[in-house]
């Protein structure tokens, strides 16, 4: 399928890598793409390792798959690395971005990153520690994906992505505008090796 992206999420139960996957899914919508964002786990608990997947079009997606040759890898926990084949399918020219205060040119070494492959860090515990007041890095990975990848407009997301907080948190504000910060800051935060 021509100009179609495929994103690989990679958490523990609890981090939202789902939320994450489906709030992608929201924002292309808006943008008028076709999409789809769905997990993969079964009865796992609070703290076990999770997938979420996107797919991205411009035309209609036929496929009803897991992701096995992902664009994009998100990684919400570094400690998944070397337990999961984080970067399995990852084409040549693939990004893979990480949560953790790890400068990008270690995990090219740790990872074995091929010279086209690009890795990028972010700090999104600690964004979200400050801006939310808890380790939930899911929206700061957002706000990173997003920067990294120019794959939406960033202000059109990042108003949908309100929108949607807004809905869920209508008694909490503050939760929505914590967010918000944590999505800008990890888009301007995020690094490269």
């Known amino acids: 399928m021509p100009n179609m992206m495929e994103i690989r999420w990679h958490g523990r139960g609890g981090q939202g890598a789902k939320t994450a996957a489906l709030l992608v899914g929201d924002a292309v919508l808006a943008q008028g793409k076709y999409m789809q964002a769905f997990p993969e786990y ?14 991205i079009s411009d035309s209609p997606i036929t496929l009803h798959c897991a992701v096995t040759s992902p664009s994009v890898v998100v990684v919400l926990d570094p400690t998944l690395i070397g337990a999961t084949d984080v970067t399995a399918g990852l084409p040549d020219d693939g990004v893979i971005i990480i949560n953790t205060n790890q400068p990008a040119s270690y995990f090219r070494e740790k990872l074995g990153l091929k010279n086209g492959q690009k890795v990028y860090t972010v700090d999104a515990s600690t ?15 957002l706000g990173a994906l997003v920067g990294v990848t120019k794959m939406l407009d960033f202000d059109a997301m990042l108003e949908d992505t309100r929108h949607k907080l807004e809905k869920k948190f209508r008694s909490k504000p503050g939760v929505v505008e914590g967010n918000i910060q944590a999505i800008q800051r990890a888009a301007q935060e995020v690094n490269s090796d």
């Open 42 to 55: 079964g009865p796992e608990r609070m703290g076990a390792p999770v997938q979420s997947y996107n797919r």
């Open 127 to 141: 964004i979200a520690r400050e801006t939310i007041g808890r380790d939930i890095p899911n929206t700061p990975m």
